[in-house]
């Protein structure tokens, strides 16, 4: 991309008289220094510009037109709404921020938390009362050291029992007591006598500034006389691609000849590091096309293609396992750059995925900050805004992006995490991590036991990384 920033440099140029505005008898027009920042930007790199008129380059015939527009719109968040091509079904992922230091603090990992990750559900036999059910502890948060676990059942926060009106406030607070309960089936099959009983105990948990590792576990197994590495990455999270060289480096001395890689949970990241995974994963494939990102019209000659690599940047060379085969875990939290990953190593490698389907999101996002190029050097001292806006679309070597519905999983390979049955993250009898090994040893007695254990099912509401939705992406370094 040697002519993106000169290009970047050109259309700015060609904007640059909007800047200020002036009638016909001399007088300056003011515009919100926001709005024209988020105008141009959008304008220059949205990636479905060619689908909003209002973005269009002869949108406007004169200086004060395009003022008079800008100053329609009294929210800056309104503008950017505005502009986005079908929110609910094909830019769902487009924001704009008011606090860019946060936004790069969360794209380093750093952001504030208690370190309880959990899913909502309405609570068994209402309609109204809600659960929350513990699907992960980060470590060293202060879930972790008050003894959370995954699995944990709460149904009040404060002694307020939650229901589908009180839990985004409850939850949101900086400080909390979750009420403990467990699950009752009464004895019976049926499901209309389930409840939840209280158990009468608490934790109280506070959010801190946190940074976390993406690499969440690492295991190596030894399944019917081959070893079998396993690998929990909960973020693609740029800078982390040293230590994630060293866990491969580990897999690699083991002679690990299997890799089950759970995604469950990892909402994206860095399309650099996604592609040094890769590499990591393979090794036999270098210098071919991981993935190509496909940027607007304004950007045609400037699609990228993505190349496997046998180097970091720091010039370590890549430890890599030469594998044929990947076993991926999946649920509807895993997206964008987990996407990228899986459909990138489609045309290469045999790929199982198990679990359910991804969340569907193909495409690339950067940061735009209001600065003469949009990038951070530069930016207007008077506001911390900055846009996240799509930019690119993610498509593996045979042009093959990323269905909104998400990718599927491979035949037969198809579960729920049930939250009855969540299991210890790692462990062996782990109901996921399970069925990959059961595989490996081509044990379908226990895959076929593993997958059709009865559970449960409860209706999911939220989960929390809807909390904290920018958390993750598909983003351009």
């Given at each position: ?5 000169a290009l970047?440099l050109i259309?700015i ?8 505005f ?26 479905y510009?060619?689908e909003?008129?209002n ?10 037109e395009y ?6 719109y ?19 992922f ?9 936004l ?8 504030t ?13 209402s ?17 972790d050291?008050?003894?959370?676990e ?10 307020t029992?939650l229901?589908?009106?009180n839990?985004s ?8 007591t979750?009420?403990i ?13 389930d ?7 608490t ?6 500034v946190?940074?976390e ?10 399944v019917?006389?081959?070893?079998v ?31 089950v890689l759970?995604l469950?949970y990892?909402?994206?990241g ?7 995974l ?8 270098s ?11 304004n950007?045609?000659?400037e ?8 180097q ?9 396992l030469?594998?044929s ?24 490698i045999?790929?199982i ?6 969340t569907?999101?193909?495409q ?5 900050y209001?600065s003469?190029n ?7 001292p008077?506001h911390?805004?900055a ?9 593996n ?10 990718l ?14 969540y299991?210890?993250?790692?462990d ?15 044990s379908?007695?226990?895959f076929e ?8 099912s409860l ?19």
């Amino acid at each position: 991309m040697k002519n993106l920033k000169a290009l970047f440099l050109i259309l700015i140029v060609s904007f640059s008289t909007i800047s200020c505005f002036q009638d016909n008898d001399d007088n300056l027009i003011t515009a919100s220094e926001i709005n024209d920042f988020i105008w141009k930007g959008m304008n220059v790199f949205y990636l479905y510009k060619a689908e909003i008129p209002n973005l269009a380059d002869d949108r406007f015939s004169s200086n004060a037109e395009y003022a008079d527009y800008l100053n329609s719109y009294s929210n800056p968040f309104d503008l950017f709404e505005s502009l986005i091509h079908e929110r609910q079904t094909v830019d769902r992922f487009s924001w704009i921020v008011d606090d860019y230091i946060a936004l790069e603090q969360q794209f380093q990992g750093t952001s504030t938390v208690n370190g309880m990750e959990f899913t909502l559900f309405y609570a068994p036999n209402s309609t109204t009362e809600v659960i929350g059910v513990v699907r992960l502890v980060l470590p060293n948060s202060s879930a972790d050291s008050n003894g959370v676990e995954r699995g944990d059942i709460f149904y009040g926060i404060d002694g307020t029992i939650l229901n589908e009106n009180n839990f985004s406030q409850l939850l949101n607070q900086e400080s909390y007591t979750i009420n403990i309960g467990v699950f009752d089936d009464n004895g019976t099959p049926e499901t209309n006598d389930d409840s939840i009983v209280p158990t009468g105990e608490t934790i109280s948990l506070t959010k801190t500034v946190y940074t976390e590792n993406p690499i969440y576990q690492t295991q190596i197994f030894n399944v019917g006389g081959e070893n079998v590495g396993y690998l929990m990455y909960n973020g693609f999270t740029a800078g982390s691609e040293n230590a994630l060289n060293t866990v491969f480096g580990d897999f690699k001395s083991n002679n690990v000849q299997h890799l089950v890689l759970d995604l469950r949970y990892n909402p994206g990241g860095s399309v650099t590091t996604t592609t040094y995974l890769a590499s990591m994963i393979t090794g036999q494939f270098s210098g071919e096309v991981f993935e190509k990102l496909i940027f607007n019209e304004n950007f045609q000659s400037e699609n990228t293609d993505y190349l496997f690599e046998t180097q970091l940047q720091n010039g370590n060379a890549i430890n890599s396992l030469n594998l044929s085969k990947l076993y991926v875990l999946t649920t509807g939290r895993s997206a964008s750059a987990s996407e990228g990953l899986i459909n990138g190593l489609i045309p290469y490698i045999e790929v199982i995925q198990i679990g359910t389907n991804t969340t569907g999101k193909t495409q690339a996002s950067r940061t735009l900050y209001d600065s003469p190029n949009f990038e951070k050097q530069g930016a207007n001292p008077s506001h911390t805004y900055a846009m996240q806006p799509l930019v690119a679309n993610g498509v593996n070597k045979n042009d093959e992006s990323v269905p909104s519905t998400g990718l599927v999983p491979s035949f037969g390979f198809e579960y729920e995490e049930r939250p009855g049955n969540y299991g210890v993250l790692g462990d062996l009898n782990e109901p996921m991590l399970a069925l990959a090994l059961a595989d490996i040893e081509s044990s379908t007695g226990k895959f076929e036991i593993i997958k059709f254990k009865a559970e449960r099912s409860l209706k999911i509401l939220k989960d929390s990384n809807e909390f904290n939705p920018h958390e993750g992406g598909l983003i351009i370094d």
